[in-house]
């Protein structure tokens, strides 16, 4: 089970990343020119929201279905995808934060990430 505080510590490792209100979630960004969304967090906690490919939210879904699924709207079929925090270890979760970091990251953020 992954805490909101751990998923926050976990969000904030990233290079460049920073904690910002999205109208009553929290939000995760990367700290560039777009400041781009990567992972989103209910004030309820239940689960957390990331941000992938369409290829990546089935691959992840179909392996881990009692943790990943697609977000129930338009924001889903694009790849967004939400993670059960009570269901998702510590790994799981810093792979997920890890790609849709990825994405948000501008190309000259990218290399800040080798190995992980």
Sequence with gaps: ??????????????????ERPHFDWASF???APKGKIFCTLPPHHEFSNVFLTVDEQQMLCAAEPDIFFPVPNKWGEKGATSIRLVACD??????ALTLSWR?????KLQGLLPGR
Excluded: N
């Excluded at 089970?1 to 920073?18: C, K, N, Q, S, Y």
């Excluded at 994405?103 to 190309?107: D, E, F, G, N, V």
């Design 103 to 107: 994405h948000a990251a501008p190309a």
């Design 90 to 95: 510590l790994v799981t979760l810093r792979s």
């Design 29 to 31: 960004r990367v700290d």
């Design 1 to 18: 089970m992954i805490a909101p505080g751990t998923l926050r510590a976990e969000a904030l490792t990233l290079p460049h990343a920073v």
